[in-house]
């Protein structure tokens, strides 16, 4: 049975809703910075709710359930921090102390063969006053933390900043997971009575979407980063945690991690080898990854969840950086979801509108539209339209 037509919304209404946007937007932009832990506070409360509301149908109050899942939260960060800190760090040292390595290899191999098949101007680029001031820097600076410590000693705003941020986010994602049903509710209670149904039936579209992506893309990130990382280290490649834990943190942007992923593993195999078994070595790995993401790790942890091309995943995330800083990088999916289902709610409005099907005007002894079914539009944004055998019909 098809849906009736939402009631007609005044043409005041609609200014004043567009006024309501475009204010928050204006807000958003100026405070980016600022809502940074908030956002992340949320994003983490949205990803666990599920979790909290099976605990409370177990038998726990929502309090309890939140404390439950807060502190494995807090486990699971202790242990991640014990257990890949030290190794990521050592692996930056390392790193960094084989940047000569990489600026002969660059100079004595790749310089010559870019040179010689590409044409390229290499004496534009000087790849060893490069290294020389990252190595002086480096060596004054004595390591990652002094590094780190010394660019915040020159701000102390910044350090203030990010320390009360960092500080913020497991405050605030506790009270968003401890309130979220109250918070929704309130939502809920702020809706136009004329459109509750509507927007009733678009956010339980946007939280399916939304929810399935968010914690499969998540999931996703994580076995990624594991599997590119324990790749390279069987194939005795160096920074393998390294270059997978990137490769895996990017991989939210379709076919950057893969990039990310072959161009360092293929140098760091180039210049610690030297020889093609490795670079082999380098792409079964890659394959691997792929082979799982794309057969077994996005069809049953993301599905076509949201829907969009993947040009259009670049832009969003590209966009939202651009606009709001990080605070775009972070919201720019979940937005993009939530658009997306406006956006196939809106494009079946336009196919059952008197605009679409040519009813507004007639003219005498023209040829009439012919009758449309309705299209129905599915959860991936692809429309069926169901056969009509009536004939064109003349005046």
Excluded: C
């Excluded at 009270?175 to 109250?182: G, K, L, Q, S, V």
């Excluded at 324990?230 to 076919?255: K, N, R, T």
């Excluded at 161009?263 to 078994?277: F, M, N, P």
């Amino acid at each position: 049975m098809a849906e009736s037509n939402p009631p007609i919304v005044d043409r005041a209404d609609r200014w004043q809703t567009l006024a309501v946007v475009v204010v928050v937007g204006i807000l958003l932009w100026l405070l980016g910075p600022v809502l940074v832990p908030f956002a992340v506070g949320a994003v983490l409360a949205y990803v666990f709710d599920p979790l909290i509301d099976r605990l409370i149908r177990s038998g726990f109050t929502r309090t309890w359930a939140v404390v439950a899942v807060s502190l494995l939260l807090v486990l699971a960060l202790a242990l991640a921090l014990l257990l890949l800190v030290p190794a990521l760090q050592r692996q930056i040292v390392e790193l960094i102390e084989s940047v000569p390595r990489y600026v002969a290899w660059y100079n004595e191999q790749a310089r010559p063969w870019l040179s010689e098949r590409l044409r390229l101007p290499m004496e534009t680029f000087d790849p060893e006053h490069l290294a020389s001031l990252l190595r002086d820097n480096w060596e004054r600076a004595g390591g990652v933390l002094a590094t780190v410590l010394a660019w915040f000693s020159r701000s102390g705003l910044a350090l203030l900043g990010i320390l009360v941020n960092i500080a913020l986010i497991p405050v605030v994602t506790f009270y968003f997971m401890r309130d979220w049903d109250h918070m929704l509710q309130a939502l809920h209670r702020l809706v136009p009575r004329a459109l509750e149904a509507t927007v009733s039936r678009l956010a339980r579209e946007a939280d399916s979407t939304l929810g399935g992506f968010l914690r499969g893309q998540l999931l996703v990130m994580i076995v990624l980063g594991f599997v590119y990382g324990f790749g390279l280290m069987l194939a005795g490649i160096d920074f393998s945690l390294l270059i997978g834990l990137i490769a895996g943190l990017v991989s939210f942007v379709p076919y950057l991690g893969g990039a990310v992923f072959v161009g360092t593993g293929l140098i760091a195999a180039l210049v610690q080898y030297g020889d093609a078994a490795h670079l082999v070595y380098v792409l079964i790995a890659f394959s691997v990854g792929q082979l799982l993401e794309s057969f077994f790790l996005t069809p049953w942890l993301v599905g076509d969840k949201i829907g969009m091309h993947p040009v259009a995943v670049m832009f969003a995330v590209l966009a939202g950086g651009q606009l709001f800083g990080f605070l775009g990088v972070l919201l720019a999916l979940p937005v993009a979801a939530v658009a997306m289902v406006l956006l196939r709610y809106a494009h079946g409005r336009y196919l059952d509108s008197r605009y679409y099907r040519g009813a507004a005007r007639a003219t005498p002894g023209a040829i009439a539209p012919v009758a449309l079914e309705p299209r129905v539009v599915d959860a991936g944004g692809r429309a069926f339209e169901i056969p009509n055998s009536a004939e064109p019909r003349t005046e």
